[in-house]
């Protein structure tokens, strides 16, 4: 999955804020193509094992709670430079700090409730995409 394929979750917050289509619409007019995508909802349990990476920082118990809060959208985007050009289109984790135009900027309710997540490397966007996906949920 590298070079051209990024994972992304629409995180509880904008799923409960009703951002779903609006987010998927800026994502494919930005020439993504999405290959795979489920709704679904994480455990507790599902969310730390997904979050681990964060689990000695002080918002990990906080993360996971609200990551586990209600449903989630998760989706392998496919496109040259996929996971930098989703990181661009997204925008800053502080949606404060997001330029304007950004799925943040537009949907994020805060820094912690920030409407989406983006791989931030091709090594976790193929470990984040196979947390969530197997082989037959993904086409071509």
């Known amino acids: 999955m590298s070079g051209n394929r990024t994972f992304t979750m629409i995180k509880p917050d904008a799923v409960r804020n009703g951002h779903i289509g609006a987010i998927l619409a800026q994502i494919n007019e930005a020439g993504f193509k999405i290959i795979a995508m489920k ?39 496919e496109k040259s430079n996929a996971v930098e050009d989703f990181r661009t289109l997204i925008g800053a984790t502080d949606p404060s700090k997001a330029d304007a135009g950004t799925i943040r900027a537009k949907y994020a309710t805060n820094i912690g409730e920030n ?26």
Do not use: C, W
């Open 115 to 140: 409407a989406v997540h983006g791989s931030d490397s091709d090594e976790n966007a193929m470990i984040e995409g196979s947390f969530h996906f197997g082989g037959v949920e993904i086409f071509q």
């Open 39 to 77: 709704y679904t909802k994480l455990s507790a349990e599902k969310a730390g094992e997904f979050y681990a990476v964060h689990k000695e920082r002080p918002f990990y118990g906080e993360l996971v709670e609200f990551m586990s809060s209600g449903p989630i959208v998760a989706a392998i985007l």
